[in-house]
């Protein structure tokens, strides 16, 4: 006979499947994009807000400084967040490269030193269109002409570009590569159902008119993470259609997993602290409904393990549907980075997402976290 958690479950795994099947939607319903070799006509301001990168910095730099792109109408401005370290330093030595160095003196009082580093940052910006990166990014020779590209193909105000991990150490680092491209994919396809979601602040373009017009920061800048998603929202608000998702293999930036457990639980804590800000409460529904079929589903193995050796078909059929579902659902972005050898991670993952999304929609809105040695909320 099925228990009321056994309907719960059947409930959810619906819930949840429908919602899958809808993102894929979306991700289907943006074109593969090509930049082409058409002269680029708009000048952009690469921003990168920096805290203690020295190991990071100068590669970083050194791919946008290499980049594919008029050379006249590119600048670079790093921010230097109060860095302890020699990234200031490294980053004077390319004052010669045409590298814009800003340093904050703000002392200890702020909790969104980020927002504020972009707001300088743009302040001094010269550049039609600006993109933001980090400290600890990678790109190929063309990422910054594709981006650019799809703006002046299209009515774009908003572009954002696909973020991965690479440079794995090891199987821990690899299950976040999967993990984080579902992340990427579900802010793909919010943009391609005009339902803007998420994006990544490392691979986020729009013109610099724009952030003047949405008044910039204003209302979330008490918030230490945000200056993507939240903006986002901001725009999306008034202006979805004019928010784009840049499809395009040239146009992907890539960045390192963490390393250690302890580092990747204070990284998604920070971002999930963004959600009690969320206005839209059809994102906030999104949510909610995802973490419910979670703990839906972590409900579903403790009686599933509790009641052994008798099998309950229903939690089995659960899993194969949530992991069929997510498996649809990613094999187009593992063919994006050229990295489809990850699906064989797909099953084990699963399971431990689950238990994850529970954790971390609890945490990420309890408390405080740390990020580079300050403690933020």
């Known amino acids: 006979m099925a228990t009321g958690l056994d309907l ?21 319903r943006i074109s593969y994009f090509k930049g082409g070799d058409r002269p680029i006509r708009t000048s952009v301001s690469v921003l990168i807000a920096a805290r203690n990168e020295e190991e990071n910095i100068a590669r970083t730099l050194d791919c946008i400084i290499q980049q594919d792109f008029p050379k006249e109408l590119l600048q670079i401005i790093v921010v230097d967040d109060h ?76 572009v954002s570009s696909p973020v991965a991990y690479n440079e794995e150490k090891g199987y821990f680092e690899r299950l976040q590569t999967l993990e984080f491209l579902y992340l990427i994919g579900l802010g793909a ?37 945000g200056d993507d998603e939240l903006f986002l929202h901001k725009v999306a608000e008034k202006k979805p259609e004019k928010i784009k998702f840049c499809k395009s293999k040239d146009a992907i930036v890539y960045t390192d997993a963490k390393a250690t457990l302890s580092a990747f639980i204070n990284q998604r804590r920070r ?16 949510g909610v409904s995802i973490w419910l079929f979670n703990l839906s589903l972590i409900a579903g193995l403790v009686q599933f393990i509790a009641n052994l050796p008798n099998i309950n078909v229903l939690f089995l059929a659960a899993l194969a549907m949530k992991f069929l579902a997510e498996l649809f659902f990613i094999y187009p972005l593992c063919h994006l980075i050229n990295r489809r050898a990850l699906l064989i991670n797909l099953l084990p993952l699963s399971i431990i997402h689950a238990i994850y999304l529970v954790y971390i929609g609890v945490a990420g809105n309890v408390g405080k976290y740390d990020w580079k040695g300050r403690k933020v909320n």
């Open 83 to 158: 860095s302890t370290d020699n990234t200031a330093a490294i980053v004077a030595t390319y004052a010669s490269r045409g590298v814009t160095l800003l340093s904050l003196n703000e002392g200890d009082k702020l909790n969104s030193y980020k927002k504020l580093a972009i707001t300088r940052g743009i302040a001094q910006a010269t550049g039609e269109i600006i993109v933001t990166t980090d400290a600890d990014c990678r790109m190929g020779g063309r990422w910054l002409r594709t981006v650019v590209s799809l703006f002046e193909q299209t009515s774009a105000d908003m």
């Open 271 to 286: 971002w999930a602290s963004k959600s009690t800000k969320y206005r839209d409460k059809r994102v906030v529904m999104l």
């Open 8 to 28: 719960f479950l059947v409930i959810m795994t619906g819930v949840y499947v429908v919602l899958v099947l809808y993102m894929l939607r979306g991700w289907f």
């Open 189 to 225: 396809a919010g943009i391609g159902n005009k339902n803007p979601t998420t994006c990544n602040g490392a691979n986020l373009a729009y013109r610099r008119n724009l952030f003047y017009e949405m008044g910039g920061f204003n209302g979330i800048d008490n918030l230490a993470s």
